[in-house]
């Protein structure tokens, strides 16, 4: 089955302790991206990748890193996590083609306490 | 950069009644502009998708509308079901390949039965 996974789907932590969440396709997409969604503010994006190695800023990276070492994984990593980084987040993955829709993961539901 | 702006934020209709959001966009070179649905505790999905070449998309119960000169977009849902009860979101991309979309804040949907 086509998907993007997401893990966990929930996680708390204390303010300053580094955390990764997975995020993993089967689709071979080359394109994928992280999103935060907080109330009244939509979906933000945060970082994206068009390919492997190949990462850029959305727009708002602060705080956040990734990395694509394989087209399949793109790891969102907080290395010094805040309250205000506490969020929904999903990363999502398209291929290329010109208005090629964008596959959601299920989410990932972050407070930094 | 884009900025898009989505209203209402939340609408309420009676079953079989129709729904209309609309969003206006600032940046003249986007070119494509899909619309997500998300139901209560699951990930965005496309659920129709139009480009710049075209003034209107229709796929069942649901179309969509847009004009450039003006910059802005609708969505229009007819016949509606309680099972179109969601938050739904407008975006605007370049479509450069980069799938830089730009969200709307979101429109929370609840159909009445």
């Known amino acids: 089955e086509a998907q993007v996974t997401q893990n966990p789907r929930y996680l708390i932590t204390v303010t300053g302790k580094k955390l990764t969440v997975t995020c993993s396709q089967n689709?071979?997409?080359?394109?994928m991206s992280w999103y935060r969604q907080d109330p009244g503010l939509g979906l933000r994006q945060i970082y994206y990748?068009?390919?492997?190695?190949?990462?850029d800023k959305g727009d708002v990276p602060e705080g956040y890193k990734v990395s694509r070492k394989e087209k399949r994984n793109f790891p969102l990593i907080l290395e010094s996590p805040s309250p205000n980084q506490t969020s929904l987040y999903f990363c999502?993955?398209?291929?290329?083609?010109?208005?090629?829709?964008?596959?959601f993961g299920n989410g990932t539901r972050l407070t930094v306490t | 950069g884009e900025n898009v702006e989505q209203h209402p934020s939340t609408l309420s209709v009676q079953e079989g009644d129709s729904a209309v959001i609309k969003c206006t966009y600032s940046?003249?070179?986007?070119?494509?502009f899909p619309w997500y649905k998300q139901e209560l505790g699951k990930r965005p999905q496309l659920i129709i998708d139009?480009?710049?070449?075209?003034g209107e998309k229709k796929d069942q119960r649901i179309a969509v509308t847009l004009n450039k000169t003006a910059k802005h977009f609708s969505l229009h849902i007819t016949e509606t079901q309680p099972e179109d009860s969601a938050v739904y979101f407008c975006a605007a991309d370049m479509d450069t390949g980069r799938r830089a979309l730009t969200f709307g804040s979101g429109t929370r949907l609840q159909v009445q039965p």
């Open positions: 999502a993955s398209s291929s290329r083609d010109r208005g090629s829709p964008l596959h």
């Open positions: 940046d003249s070179a986007s070119n494509y």
């Open positions: 990748s068009m390919n492997v190695e190949v990462t």
């Open positions: 689709m071979n997409h080359e394109y």
């Open positions: 139009i480009r710049s070449n075209v």
